[in-house]
């Protein structure tokens, strides 16, 4: 069964700095991986979605990196802002029963200070 | 509106009841999904559904029944509510099933 680790589960820093966030995976067969935002009390964002054949995909401030090999993903965030402050997911798309599903980790939360 | 919706956005319940929650998207989007959020065990499948009139099961769907009459909507019934189905229920759609999924803004259930 494929599982999605996510650390660090909370993350705290100042307005500018540059961050990483990191997602592991037991199960390299994947499809895609997908990282979403979620605000409090609403629904899921997606940012960046990384076909398995693929290495990293960018997004303005938003660079997304995958390793399938490894298991591994990181999202970069380029000079924070206090609105990035959010929960991040990271999923991963694999085969359930002959159609593809998500499986989640369980988020990092992010908070950019002034 | 153009996009996902959810109905309704915040319901209460009693044990034992009856209770349908409602997803409408305007994409054409073959692929639906319902998920579940809970502190502890993040977003959790309950149901899916690759087109209209098929559907299958996720990773928790003891308890909940799925229809897809319409490609557009995916309807989300407990038949018989329980407290351990208190929970923010999200739908999502998607083109296909190795494109990007967009999610609706959820529904938050509270079963007493």
């Known amino acids: 069964k494929q599982e999605v680790t996510q650390i660090p589960a909370a993350l705290s820093v100042p307005e500018g700095e540059n961050l990483v966030l990191n997602c592991s995976f037991t199960?390299?067969?994947?499809?895609?991986l997908q990282w979403f935002r979620q605000d409090p009390g609403k629904g899921l964002t997606s940012l960046l979605l990384i076909q398995s054949s693929q290495r990293e995909q960018t997004s303005g401030r938003l660079n997304a990196s995958l390793d399938k090999s490894s298991g591994r993903s990181t999202l970069y965030i380029a000079a924070s802002q206090p609105g990035d402050s959010a929960t991040y997911l990271c999923?991963?798309?694999?085969?359930?029963?002959?159609?593809?599903?998500?499986?989640f980790g369980k988020g990092t939360m992010l908070l950019v200070s002034p | 509106d153009a996009g996902i919706t959810q109905s309704p956005r915040y319901k209460i319940t009693e044990t034992g009841r009856q209770v349908t929650l409602m997803c409408h998207q305007t994409?054409?989007?073959?692929?639906m999904f319902w998920y579940r959020q809970d502190l502890g065990h993040g977003l959790r499948l309950i149901y899916y559904?690759?087109?209209?009139?098929?559907?299958d099961k996720g990773e928790v769907p003891d308890g909940y029944v799925v229809s897809r009459s319409k490609t557009e909507n995916f309807p989300l019934t407990l038949e018989s509510a329980t407290r351990s189905q208190t929970s923010v229920y999200f739908c999502a759609s998607a083109l296909s099933e190795t494109y990007e999924q967009y999610f609706g803004p959820g529904t938050r259930l509270t079963v007493t």
């Open positions: 559904s690759a087109a209209a009139d098929i559907t």
């Open positions: 994409w054409s989007h073959s692929y």
């Open positions: 999923a991963v798309s694999v085969m359930n029963s002959g159609y593809s599903t998500l499986t």
């Open positions: 199960d390299s067969a994947i499809y895609n």
